[in-house]
């Protein structure tokens, strides 16, 4: 099962402080819009999605297509064919995507103690 980047997406209550504080880390604005309250930060190949108000918990995310540097990969598996094969192995998913779309879409889930775990395919 091919997942793509991954990254940790943290809720912040003030994206201005939050993004101090991981710059002091050595990480870097990679993506995003401060402005709309949400930026990827980057140090190596450690990603971290800072977002205001936009979800009450922190959360993994996968993005299928896609490697650390948000570049195409030439072969990844679809979000559609995660969440059969997820479905398959019964993991209940809060969020599913349209089986009959094509190109982004995304799928959720909690794992055992709680934690979403989103996978978000943007291609």
């Not at 993506?31 to 990603?47: C, M």
């Not at 969440?83 to 959720?108: F, M, Y």
């Amino acid at each position: 099962m091919k997942l793509g980047a991954f990254s940790i997406s943290l809720a912040v209550r003030d994206i201005a402080a939050s993004r101090a504080f991981y710059e002091k880390l050595g990480f870097s604005v990679f993506g995003g819009n401060q402005e709309h309250n949400w930026l990827i930060l980057k140090n190596g190949d450690h990603l971290i999605g800072l977002f205001q108000g936009m979800f009450e918990r922190n959360m993994l995310t996968f993005n299928p297509g896609w490697d650390q540097n948000a570049q195409a990969l030439d072969e990844y598996t679809d979000v559609r064919e995660l969440q059969r094969q997820l479905k398959a192995q019964g993991v209940a998913l809060t969020t599913e995507a349209d089986e009959n779309s094509t190109g982004p879409a995304h799928i959720a889930m909690l794992d055992p103690d709680g934690n979403p775990v989103l996978i978000d395919q943007h291609r």
